[in-house]
């Protein structure tokens, strides 16, 4: 395995690359980075895949971008980095695979630029976004005034204890975790629903999902399954959210079987 350093359109991106074969691009979700990908990035290219993991802006050792970006931006990154990387990638199409954000990024990507994706693997991927019910939108308010009321906290241990518990209530752990511009940018892309772009996918799709799912549930799986056309769903019993960590070998081996 490789880590390498690329200038992209003003970001200082960090990547590791691993293997030789077919090139297969892997885009983490939010919060995390290539770090976290590193066991299934080796198995992927012990199978006969080059297979390449960015930190994608504001993730892990790459820049933050300059502005608040959506997933277009974010797709935009993705077809600029393989731009730059074309002796890794060899002019070829290449297999996509993203998780949760990685995994509406993939979506957008795939819309956006057809002729450069040969299949795409989608895991837990976070394109459907739901109008909060009268219940959930009745707990984002308490939170607000709660996280307001916090200022009145004197203990700073204490006042975050109880922010993280209501991000984690109205399953927005991923803003407390944010820096700067970032915030925004989460703010953003949770808002965006991409349902109505399933259907114009032309790459055959794989979703992979967890059955025990709390941040995209398994509705959204067979939603995603159904909107997709030429698409395939495996779901792995027990599995949450992070499969990379809770289920990486049986993950691996659902993208082998298929992309082969």
Same mark, same amino acid.
């Given at each position: 395995?490789?880590?390498?350093?690329?200038?992209?359109?003003?970001?200082?991106?960090?990547?590791?690359?691993?293997?030789?074969?077919?090139?297969?691009?892997?885009?983490?979700?939010?919060?995390?980075?290539?770090?976290?990908?590193?066991?299934?990035?080796?198995?992927?290219?012990?199978?006969?895949?080059?297979?390449?993991?960015?930190?994608?802006?504001?993730?892990?050792?790459?820049?933050?971008?300059?502005?608040?970006?959506?997933?277009?931006e974010y797709a935009n990154f993705v077809n600029e980095l393989?731009?730059?990387?074309?002796?890794?990638?060899?002019?070829?199409?290449?297999?996509?695979?993203?998780?949760?954000?990685?995994?509406?990024?993939?979506?957008?990507?795939?819309?956006?630029?057809?002729?450069?994706?040969?299949?795409?693997?989608?895991?837990?991927?976070?394109?459907?976004?739901?109008?909060?019910?009268?219940?959930?939108?009745?707990?984002?308010?308490?939170?607000?005034?709660?996280?307001?009321?916090?200022?009145?906290?004197?203990?700073?241990?204490?006042?975050?204890?109880?922010?993280?518990?209501?991000?984690?209530?109205?399953?927005?752990?991923?803003?407390?975790?944010?820096?700067?511009?970032?915030?925004?940018?989460?703010?953003?892309?949770?808002?965006?629903?991409?349902?109505?772009?399933?259907?114009?996918?032309?790459?055959?799709?794989? !979703? %992979?999902? $967890?059955? =025990?799912?709390?941040?995209?549930?398994?509705?959204?799986?067979? @939603? *995603? +399954?159904?909107? /997709?056309?030429?698409?395939?769903?495996? !779901? %792995?019993? $027990?599995? =949450?959210?992070?499969?990379?960590?809770?289920?990486?070998?049986? @993950? *691996? +081996?659902?993208? /082998?079987?298929?992309?082969?």
């Amino acid at each position: 395995m490789r880590e390498s350093q690329i200038e992209v359109n003003g970001l200082q991106v960090n990547y590791k690359i691993a293997g030789e074969g077919k090139p297969l691009l892997l885009l983490h979700g939010w919060g995390s980075s290539s770090d976290s990908w590193v066991k299934i990035q080796q198995m992927l290219a012990g199978k006969g895949f080059r297979v390449i993991v960015p930190d994608l802006p504001g993730f892990g050792k790459t820049s933050a971008p300059n502005s608040i970006w959506g997933v277009e931006e974010y797709a935009n990154f993705v077809n600029e980095l393989l731009e730059l990387l074309t002796s890794e990638v060899n002019n070829s199409q290449v297999i996509v695979v993203g998780h949760s954000f990685g995994g509406q990024t993939a979506i957008q990507f795939a819309v956006q630029h057809p002729e450069k994706v040969e299949k795409l693997v989608l895991i837990a991927a976070a394109g459907v976004r739901r109008t909060p019910g009268v219940f959930k939108k009745l707990v984002m308010v308490v939170a607000k005034v709660v996280s307001f009321l916090l200022y009145l906290v004197p203990f700073g241990d204490l006042r975050n204890n109880i922010r993280s518990a209501l991000y984690m209530l109205i399953r927005r752990p991923g803003y407390l975790k944010a820096q700067g511009i970032m915030r925004n940018v989460f703010k953003k892309v949770i808002t965006q629903d991409l349902t109505a772009k399933f259907s114009k996918i032309q790459t055959p799709t794989l !979703i %992979i999902w $967890g059955d =025990k799912d709390e941040m995209t549930p398994i509705q959204d799986a067979y @939603l *995603t +399954q159904e909107l /997709i056309p030429n698409s395939k769903l495996e !779901i %792995i019993p $027990g599995a =949450k959210h992070a499969l990379n960590f809770q289920a990486p070998e049986v @993950l *691996t +081996q659902k993208i /082998i079987e298929y992309i082969q």
